[in-house]
């Protein structure tokens, strides 16, 4: 039994006089031990699985921004705050508005984009044809540079044809060239065996 303080002994018979015996009877009795049992790691929200690599952990993490970055290294710009908007997004509710904003910009973005790059060709087009020039081309001068450039080019095609039709020809002539040369080697190979025919006759002819 927990000894009582000398105040509370002084105030303990009072008490019991009234019917306090029920009601502080719990003073007087020792107090149950507490279990010292600790819960399972199941139950623990700070508790840490046994099997978790903390190194593959990092690696995955590590090969996940890499990823990441080379995939924003290739979006375009418009594209680019599109991926960083939903990249800062910690919330599903955010999320799923910059979600609905990117179906509902994206063709006016996508439209804006094709304007720019049009524009630009335009440009650039514009740029190469005007380059090097002082003062506006007049249609003569402009009709006379066009006949010049298609005389040119006709040259060319003439030269080109008159080339390939040569070429050709020198083909022909060279398999012509080598099959007469075949038959006069035929001719000569003939001609040496009459000659050597004609000298045995002429050797038998003495004998006799």
Same mark, same amino acid.
């Given at each position: 039994?927990?000894?009582?303080?000398? #105040?509370?002994?002084? @105030? @303990?018979? +009072?008490? %019991? &006089?009234?019917g306090g015996p029920a009601l502080f009877s719990g003073l007087l009795v020792s107090p149950s031990p507490v279990s010292a049992? @600790?819960? =399972?790691?199941s139950d623990n929200p700070f508790h840490l699985p046994e099997d978790a690599d903390f190194f593959l952990l990092r690696d995955q993490e590590r090969n996940k921004s890499l990823a990441d970055r080379e #995939?924003?290294?290739?979006?375009?710009?418009? !594209?680019?705050? %599109?991926? +960083?908007?939903?990249?800062?997004?910690?919330? +599903?509710?955010?999320?799923r508005e910059l979600q609905l904003e990117d179906e509902a910009e994206d063709p006016e973005v996508q439209a804006h984009a094709e304007q720019l790059r049009t524009f630009h060709d335009q440009t650039a087009w514009t740029l190469s044809t005007t380059r090097d020039k002082g003062e506006p081309e007049s249609i003569s001068s402009y009709v006379s540079r066009r006949?010049?450039? *298609?005389?040119v080019q006709y040259a060319l095609d003439v030269k080109r044809g008159e080339i390939q039709r040569l070429e050709r020809l020198m083909t022909r002539e060279e398999a012509a060239l080598e099959q007469a040369e075949r038959l006069l080697e035929k =001719? /000569?190979?003939? *001609? =040496?065996?009459? @000659?050597? !025919? &004609?000298?045995?006759?002429?050797?038998?002819?003495? #004998? /006799?």
């Open positions: 039994m927990p000894v009582l303080p000398q #105040r509370q002994r002084h @105030l @303990l018979p +009072s008490l %019991t &006089n009234t049992t @600790l819960p =399972d790691g #995939r924003k290294k290739m979006l375009r710009v418009h !594209e680019k705050v %599109t991926f +960083s908007s939903k990249a800062s997004a910690k919330h +599903s509710s955010l999320r006949r010049q450039m *298609f005389l =001719d /000569a190979a003939l *001609f =040496d065996e009459f @000659l050597r !025919e &004609n000298d045995r006759s002429s050797m038998q002819a003495l #004998r /006799a």
